[in-house]
């Protein structure tokens, strides 16, 4: 019953990066230096342990190279943790990057189509999806041009809306809103707002601490790969700017 | 694992789908390149063939193209998907998904271009009077076979290539000579009784398209005791290349 409630649970996890100063990719180059001192290794997140429950809005921050993104990556399985293990309870989808997968020479229909089976949808599901997708991006005008001719808030817009109506469990975006204008980037949280009223999980890494405030009701501050704090999103903002500002 | 990759197979369709359309777009031709590229192969080995070595097969172009067109497959799904891993490295760091996902449809692709390109076996088939025998219901089999053959071989092939780029260069010599020990070009009897005979033994693409040409060009029944041993075989390296990926897959994302 306990672990049911438990959406994302991360449990003494560690992740570090090799880091080579000059990789070898090819067999010459590993049979050359096969001497050469090994890469050293750096610790980007540091005995991490996590419980987030269902239903709860979680904002990470924290400053450059804290290893928010990489928390997040980590969430997704694009990369694995070192040591440790993260247990994700539900259809989880994630907002890494603006538009990743987009096909340039496709339309915006069907980029829609192939974004949207990576999430793994059927064609049913999206059939059913693309106009609320469509209505929510306000880009009716421009959805059969190819999303090479898109600006960046155009591209940001399909994507975002893309994602949040895939219907999943667990929503982890990073830091991509700020890309829309004003409006859309209300719409987004009131969208979002809407998610979380209807019990969804939101994992949200952002530097807009403002926005952070009114959504999340937790948060968790990553210093240097390690929990600096965790806890009550206006007390750990508070902290952040005490320290940073 | 299944139950993942069942959940994605519209991913798997429009990626199938991005590959055949994908691969000719802008030239005029479009997909018809898939059965262009054979055909102009078969030309030439027809031409040059017959004046190098005194081939006294009949129908010689019949028993080129069944020859080749399975051939064809086999060699794209490996030469070309050796390197699908990388070639997708944009989604591979930023979306999660079951890589497993693109050797199935590269491997799935070549299998469609594969059917499509069967028209051609049946119109030579026709003109050239040779007609089809009720064995043609044995096909299937030989294609399920190459199909997790292939699939086993690309799962190893495309994921150590991640980690050694070089991989692609040597599969790509090695994909050259196994041309050469299948006998494509030529009848295997005509080395039966030479020493190199146990290449033909041990090739399990010299079974595959063995078979196929009982089936198509001499309407008799397929080897199936040497069929069964290359499945067996196939399903070993099926089994072998699924656990290397899992093992490798983990570090895609960084490695790309």
Redesign the interface.
């Known amino acids: 019953m306990k672990s049911s409630n438990i959406a994302i649970k991360v449990e003494n996890m560690t992740k570090s990066?090799k880091l080579f100063y000059d990789k070898p990719?090819?067999?010459?180059e590993?049979l050359v230096f096969w001497n050469r001192k090994k890469a050293d290794t750096r610790t980007v997140l540091d005995n991490i342990n996590i419980e987030i429950k269902k239903g709860d809005t979680v904002a990470l921050i924290g400053t450059n190279g804290s290893g928010k993104s990489t928390l997040l990556?980590l969430m997704?399985?694009?990369?694995?943790p070192t040591f440790g293990k993260i247990t994700v309870n539900g259809k989880?989808t994630?907002l890494?990057?603006l538009g990743?997968?987009f096909?340039p020479?496709f339309t915006g229909r069907e980029n829609i189509?192939?974004n949207?089976?990576?999430?793994?949808?059927?064609?049913a599901e999206?059939d059913k999806r693309v106009d609320k997708i469509i209505e929510f991006s306000e880009l009716e005008e421009f959805i059969d041009s190819p999303v090479r001719t898109y600006s960046s808030g155009m591209y940001m817009r399909l994507a975002f809306s893309i994602a949040i109506n895939v219907d999943a469990d667990i929503l982890l975006i990073d830091e991509i809103l700020a890309v829309g204008d004003q409006h859309f980037q209300e719409k987004c949280y009131k969208k979002l707002q809407q998610l979380k009223d209807n019990k969804k999980t939101i994992v949200i890494v952002s530097h807009s601490l403002d926005s952070v405030k009114k959504l999340c009701d937790r948060a968790i501050w990553l210093y240097d790969g390690k929990i600096k704090m965790d806890g009550n999103t206006s007390e750990v903002i508070e902290e952040y700017l005490k320290k940073c500002g | 694992m299944l139950k993942n990759l069942y959940q994605y197979r519209q991913l798997l369709k429009s990626n199938v789908q991005k590959e055949i359309r994908g691969k000719y777009k802008g030239s005029f031709l479009g997909v018809l390149w898939s059965f262009v590229n054979p055909l102009l192969q078969v030309l030439v080995y027809a031409l040059v063939f017959p004046f190098i070595m005194k081939n006294t097969q009949e129908n010689y172009v019949v028993f080129l193209i069944i020859g080749i067109l399975p051939w064809t497959w086999f060699v794209t799904s490996i030469s070309q998907g050796t390197s699908c891993i990388l070639a997708n490295a944009g989604i591979i760091k930023k979306v999660y998904f079951p890589r497993e996902i693109l050797p199935i449809s590269v491997v799935t692709s070549g299998l469609v271009n594969f059917l499509i390109s069967c028209i051609i076996i049946v119109i030579f088939l026709l003109l050239s009077g040779i007609g089809f025998s009720i064995n043609l219901i044995f096909i299937p089999i030989i294609i399920i076979i190459q199909y997790i053959l292939s699939l086993g071989i690309l799962l190893i092939t495309s994921s150590i290539n991640v980690y050694i780029r070089d991989a692609e260069y040597i599969i790509n010599f090695l994909v050259n000579m196994l041309f050469y020990a299948t006998p494509i070009l030529y009848s295997p009897e005509i080395f039966v009784n030479t020493p190199i005979n146990f290449i033909f033994k041990l090739n399990p693409l010299s079974v595959i398209i063995t078979a196929y040409r009982d089936i198509f060009f001499y309407k008799t029944l397929p080897d199936f005791l040497s069929l069964f041993v290359v499945f067996i075989l196939s399903l070993l390296i099926l089994f072998i290349g699924i656990l290397i990926f899992r093992k490798l897959e983990k570090g895609f994302a960084e490695e790309v």
């Open positions: 990066f990719n090819t067999l010459k590993r990556k997704t399985k694009i990369i694995y989880l994630s890494l990057e990743a997968g096909h020479d189509y192939f949207s089976s990576i999430f793994g949808l059927t064609a999206i």
